[in-house]
């Protein structure tokens, strides 16, 4: 059953996503928390109880998104047949990892600002990374890619491309249907 806010499950889910929104417009360092309390429509101390400080809140947005990867990855992962075709799989995963604007764009701006200026979410960011890449392994194998010797190397170019793609302004679904086609060589 929903609660009274707007839809959300908790107070602490509808402040991880009004601040992932904010994040989104204004960066990480351009949202306060008092922004959040007002954007979401709750009391400054209610923010305040759940994050005393940005730093906390901005780590649980990076889980919250690092969670909807791995769980892409892996739903991606266990419908991939051996019988499919790379490169429709490929688009397929892309598509799902960056088709949603504001998510992409969060991502963007937590590889930008987090990894250079918030060592927490940078060691975040590079762990769920490393999961990925393994994850990615795992469904690059079930696909049967040409040169499966290299796959470790072919999932690290792949989230650092995805990340390139994530960042660049009017990338479109042509883009990352050649950045698809390009992987499943």
């Not at 490169?87 to 949603?100: F, N, R």
């Amino acid at each position: 059953m929903r609660s009274k806010h707007e839809g959300y499950d908790s107070v602490r889910e509808k402040i991880i996503a009004t601040a992932s929104e904010l994040f989104t417009r204004s960066g990480v360092h351009g949202t306060s928390l008092n922004d959040i309390a007002a954007a979401a429509h709750i009391a400054k101390g209610t923010v305040y109880y759940y994050y005393p400080a940005k730093e906390a809140l901005s780590l649980d947005v990076a889980e919250a998104l690092c969670d909807f990867v791995a769980d892409a990855l892996l739903s991606w992962v266990e419908s991939v047949s051996r019988e499919a075709e790379p490169e429709e799989e490929l688009a397929l995963l892309v598509e799902t990892l960056l088709g949603d604007a504001q998510r992409r764009r969060l991502y963007a701006v937590l590889l930008a600002e987090g990894s250079l200026d918030d060592p927490a979410i940078a060691g975040l960011l590079a762990a769920a990374h490393e999961k990925w890449k393994v994850m990615f392994e795992v469904g690059a194998l079930k696909l049967r890619l040409p040169q499966s010797r290299e796959i470790r190397a072919r999932a690290g170019l792949f989230f650092t491309l995805l990340g390139g793609y994530a960042l660049k302004p009017g990338a479109s679904r042509q883009d990352w249907a050649e950045f698809a086609a390009l992987m499943a060589r």
